[in-house]
Nanobody
Framework: QVQLVESGGGLVQAGGSLRLSCAAS????????MAWFRQAPGSEREFVAA????????RYADSVKGRFTISRDNAKNTVYLQMNSLKPEDTAVYYC??????????????????WGQGTQVTVSS
């Protein structure tokens, strides 16, 4: 079992920045990859970014490439999402997820085994 707790969401003006954190606990030594997804009202959950927990590879959705950065602190079992140049269309609930099965940068929600409760990000225009 792995528990994931997100924090750092809030209200920000367009062009601003936020940093989300996701603290993992439990069987973290079995995690292969971690990712951020987001879900806007009335929309499906969509991939944002992912990284290999014990490697350097990352992957981003085209919509956030160049603006968002995913990183991790293995000592703290925490993954971060630095979000810059935020746009109103970035408004969503952001979720972190852990893949316990493959060391791959998956974009499909069904490939992830554990999820956090989500944190709201609202970008005003």
């Amino acid at each position: 079992q792995v528990q994931l707790v997100e924090s750092g969401g809030g209200l920000v003006q367009a062009g601003g920045s936020l940093r989300l954190s996701c603290a993992a606990s439990g069987r973290t030594f079995s995690m292969y990859a971690m990712a951020w997804f987001r879900q806007a009202p009335g929309s499906e959950r969509e991939f944002v970014a992912a990284l290999i927990w014990s490697g350097s590879n990352t992957r981003y959705a085209d919509s956030v490439k160049g603006r968002f950065t995913i990183s991790r602190d293995n000592a703290k079992n925490t993954v971060y999402l630095q979000m810059n140049s935020l746009k109103p269309e970035d408004t969503a609930v952001y979720y972190c997820a852990a893949d316990m099965t493959y060391p791959l940068l998956q974009i499909d929600v069904n490939e992830y085994d554990y999820w956090g409760q989500g944190t709201q990000v609202t970008v005003s225009s």
